[in-house]
């Protein structure tokens, strides 16, 4: 059974910077590295959003618009494990980060098959 368990969730004074991991366990079907990796994330209230997602060789990547330039996706297949980069962070990133894997690098929720149980992400003023 695929799990993926983030790590390096916390708090962060407005302008920080902070990144979080994912890690892929017992990968189903195929290596890590033929997973599409994403980072979404749901704050208190509102619905789930893409963050990013980078394909499965790291050929590819997409940003949602608002962190664009300040945020960085990037994976290390040799560690099965998918990065979340986060500079000049704001109070409206707070959110609980979830990392999810896929057959198809999207930004659609609903294409992705397995999801961490999410890490806790605090932008303070």
């Known amino acids: 059974q695929v799990q993926l368990a983030e790590s390096g969730g916390g708090q962060v004074q407005a302008g920080g910077s902070l990144r979080v991991s994912c890690t892929l366990y017992r990968p189903s079907g195929g290596t890590f590295s033929s997973y599409a990796m994403a980072w979404f994330r749901q704050a208190p209230g509102k619905e789930r959003e893409f963050v990013a997602a980078?394909?499965?060789?790291?050929?590819?990547?997409l940003y949602a618009d608002s962190v664009k330039g300040r945020f960085t996706i990037s994976r290390d297949n040799a560690k099965n494990t998918v990065y979340l980069q986060m500079n000049k962070m704001k109070p409206e990133d707070t959110a609980v980060y979830y990392c999810?894997?896929?057959?198809?690098?999207?930004?659609?929720?609903?294409?992705?098959?397995?999801w961490g149980q999410g890490t806790q992400l605090t932008v303070s003023t």
């Open positions: 999810a894997g896929g057959r198809h690098t999207t930004t659609m929720s609903s294409r992705y098959d397995y």
């Open positions: 980078i394909a499965g060789y790291g050929r590819s990547t």
